[in-house]
């Protein structure tokens, strides 16, 4: 089994970069070998992917995810490519359309024609990537750079899209490595993510894609502590309509319910339903729900998964 954990700097923290890199050495130490960084509006994910990566060589690293909102390709193929380098090949590009709640409001851009920009943004991303330029003119991003765009020491950096609804999937399948779902239930992943982009991928004459499937888990036997703190810290994507739709399709009424709650064997059954489901890969989310001695236990579970995954 490949699995991960999602890491962010803890509240309170008087130095967010030192908790985190903190936080990665005691997750390395109990045999984690991928941790993930999601984009906030404060700390910049792709450069605390790099400064972990590179502090902690135990660690693969990625980012889950750089919405495309507010951001232009060119920039973010020299972000994600200077990652690479740094941490010799060990960083994977996380993608996301984002909500609309967080584009037009936020940085005074629409968020007209998601599916559109998502495969533009790809096109020029990859292009970068495997030639060193782009030269494209589309109808929402240009991108010409007048001279190269390699950055020396960077293999072409893996591409993943948090693509869960049919179009997404299909450009994410033709143009990227794979989806990074969130809140997307084994019932989900099985039924319509797996297959979808299966299907693209193949199409297009691509190899099979990743299935990098986020997970909120927390192995602990105060259960009724973490219900109700996942309740808090997931209620917000029950109002989106690309997440409601995978909820709904994942058999559950609302976030919260997709979160796996309880003991080491409960919560490694539900792991292994993930990758019978199609996925390549569990990341661990809100592993911090009940505080750090759970967090650690969890984390603990997740690398003796990845020693003895059966």
């Given at each position: 089994?490949?699995l ?26 109990a045999?984690?070998r ?28 990625g ?5 495309l ?79 190269p ?6 293999a ?79 209620a ?36 292994r ?9 569990v990341?661990i ?26």
């Open positions: 089994m490949t991960g954990v999602a890491l962010a700097p803890a509240a309170g923290a008087v130095n967010a970069v030192d908790d985190v890199i903190g936080q990665a050495r005691r997750a390395a130490a045999g984690v991928s941790a993930w960084f999601g984009q906030v509006f404060s700390y910049d994910a792709i450069t605390l992917a790099t400064v972990v990566g590179r502090a902690v060589p135990e660690l693969s690293v980012v889950s995810v750089v919405p909102a507010g951001r232009h390709p060119l920039l973010v193929a020299s972000q994600a490519q200077t990652a690479q380098a740094a941490t010799g090949g060990r960083f994977t590009l996380g993608l996301g359309l984002g909500a609309a709640a967080f584009a037009e409001p936020v940085f005074g851009v629409p968020n007209d024609r998601p599916i559109a920009r998502l495969r533009e943004f790809l096109t020029v991303v990859r292009s970068v990537f495997e030639t060193g330029t782009a030269s494209f003119d589309g109808e929402l991003i240009t991108a010409k750079p007048p001279m765009a390699k950055v020396a020491g960077a072409p950096v893996p591409v993943v899209v948090a693509a869960m609804g049919p179009r997404a999937l299909r450009v994410t399948g033709e143009l990227a490595d794979g989806t990074l779902p969130f809140l997307a239930g084994p019932k989900a992943l099985a039924d319509h993510i797996v297959p979808s982009i299966s299907a693209a991928a193949e199409a297009a004459g691509r190899p099979a894609p990743k299935i990098i499937a986020a997970l909120p888990a927390v192995v602990t036997s105060d259960l009724e502590t973490a219900r109700r703190r996942v309740v808090e810290h997931t917000f994507y029950d109002s989106i309509p690309s997440y409601q739709r995978v909820i709904e399709l994942s058999g559950a009424s609302k976030a919260a319910d997709l979160a796996v709650i309880g003991d080491e064997e409960l919560v490694a059954a539900e792991i339903r993930y990758f019978d489901a199609g996925a390549t890969e990341v989310t809100q592993s911090d729900l009940v505080g750090t001695a759970d967090q650690l236990r969890t984390w603990r579970l997740v690398g003796e998964l990845t020693r003895s995954p059966r």
